[in-house]
């Protein structure tokens, strides 16, 4: 890993920034591509909808591995498109796989998009990165200081839990029905999964035409259910840590059964939804 510079982390994304810039950035570093064809179904729909121009300057916020990034860099030929993550892992891996694509207009940056002065754009871009953040009104406001006038923003975020199943489905397999769905507030995958809450949001941050569309897509998690539980108990091996090896072996077994459930010709597929959510700053 390249050395990082010292970075303003914002005290309510303290915590996010521990945890993707540690165990948990490196584990989606490793799996970059398997996490990429997990909403691969999403990602064309996502960038069309975004009307990236020939000449835009775009920001990705919470950019991961930069496949959003990339993508929106070649659509934007004559200008564009900054990727910024709390992971030096995946800000590493982003600035290798542009070179070696030779996207030679996409850059990346490790940055807390809260509070990180940026440079004047045409278009904030975020597939499931901006849930996370500690202070949405805050982060939302400050993005929209960057935005150009009549400037867009486009969004993916997670539906409510019960248009994912597996979003409560593994947890509760892994912790014997302790845990289920994450909650709805606070950071987290569900934190701007009810269309009023980011209505509210975004208007209080200064946005005008905010628009939900609801998509509904199948979700890719492995080849097959073996393949499916590597992937998964290593994303949710907290829920395992510190089981006896009686409940471990229950667990794991609940797991497996959950994921031969949805063995299919083109590998382990779950249904899921996402609200495509965009913006005009005025």
């Known amino acids: 890993m390249a050395e990082q510079p010292e970075i303003v982390i914002a005290p309510s994304n303290a915590a996010q920034s ?3 810039d540690g165990d948990q950035g490196e584990f989606w570093a490793e799996r970059a591509e398997r996490f990429d064809e997990g909403v691969a179904a999403y990602h064309e729909l996502f960038l069309d909808a ?3 121009g020939p ?5 990705d916020v ?10 929106a860099a070649r659509r934007a030929a004559a200008g564009w498109a900054h990727g910024v993550d709390l992971s030096a892992p995946l800000v590493d891996l982003a600035r290798v796989l542009a070179q070696r694509e030779g996207v030679a207009n996409a850059s990346f940056e490790r940055a807390d998009a809260q509070v990180h002065p940026f440079p004047t754009v045409d278009l904030v871009l975020s597939r499931h990165g901006a849930m996370f953040f500690g202070a949405p009104r ?8 960057a935005l150009a006038p ?6 993916l975020t997670w539906q409510p839990a019960e248009h994912n199943p597996w979003m409560g489905g593994f947890r509760s397999a892994l912790s014997g029905g302790r845990e289920g769905a994450p909650p709805v507030d606070g950071p987290g995958p569900l934190s701007m999964s009810e269309p009023a809450v980011v209505r509210a949001l975004l208007e209080s941050a200064g946005f005008e035409r905010v628009r939900l569309d609801g998509l509904r897509e199948r979700m890719y998690f ?5 393949d499916a539980f590597r992937f998964v108990t290593g994303q949710f091996s907290g829920l395992l840590a510190g089981l006896e090896a009686a409940q471990r072996e229950r667990a794991e077994a609940r797991l497996l059964a959950l ?15 996402a609200w495509l959510v965009r913006a005009r700053r005025p």
């Not at 000449?55 to 920001?59: F, G, Q, W």
């Not at 994921?259 to 939804?273: I, K, M, N, P, Q």
């Open 62 to 71: 919470g950019c991961g591995s930069g496949k959003v990034t990339r993508d």
């Open 259 to 273: 994921l031969t459930e949805h063995e299919s010709e083109r590998g382990v597929l779950f249904e899921s939804a």
């Open 150 to 155: 009549g400037g867009g923003l486009a969004l």
């Open 50 to 52: 975004a009307e990236i």
């Open 18 to 20: 521990r945890a993707w």
């Open 222 to 226: 492995g080849r097959d259910a073996a």
């Open 55 to 59: 000449a835009a300057r775009v920001l």
């Open 138 to 145: 805050d982060a939302f406001t400050h993005l929209g200081r």
